[in-house]
Nanobody, 128 residues
Framework: QVHLVESGGGLVEPGSSLRLSCAVSGLALDKYSIGWFRQAPGKEREGVSCIANNGGATYSPDSLQGRFTVSTDNAKNTVYLQMNSLKPDDTAVYYC?????????????????????WGQGTQVTVSS
């Protein structure tokens, strides 16, 4: 059974940085795509970054202006989301997810429906 646990969220001031972690058990990450998503109150869940761990291709929406970076440590079976220059609009619950249905692909997708295993989420609040 695949299990994902996010950590690293918290309350930070605008302009700060945070690094979220997602520890994965039940499968070896090096063959799968992993996504980071967020959901603010009253809004739909949206993708903020993803990585195709087989080859390392990454993607983030242009709207984030390069502030978020995804990476993996396959030895630790852990995925990270580095978030810089945080803004109040970044306040949300952040989730990691693994697409276990596509093995060995060299692309990742940003639609939540593309992922079948999810963590419980970690709250990020950006406020002065």
């Amino acid at each position: 059974q695949v299990h994902l646990v996010e950590s690293g969220g918290g309350l930070v001031e605008p302009g700060s940085s945070l690094r979220l972690s997602c520890a994965v058990s039940g499968l070896a990450l090096d063959k799968y795509s992993i996504g980071w998503f967020r959901q603010a109150p009253g809004k739909e869940r949206e993708g903020v970054s993803c990585i195709a761990n087989n080859g390392g291709a990454t993607y983030s929406p242009d709207s984030l202006q390069g502030r978020f970076t995804v990476s993996t440590d396959n030895a630790k079976n852990t995925v990270y989301l580095q978030m810089n220059s945080l803004k109040p609009d970044d306040t949300a619950v952040y989730y990691c997810a693994v697409d276990s249905r596509r093995v060995g692909v060299r692309f990742c997708l940003m639609g939540p429906s593309e992922y079948d295993n999810w963590g419980q989420g970690t709250q990020v609040t950006v406020s002065s």
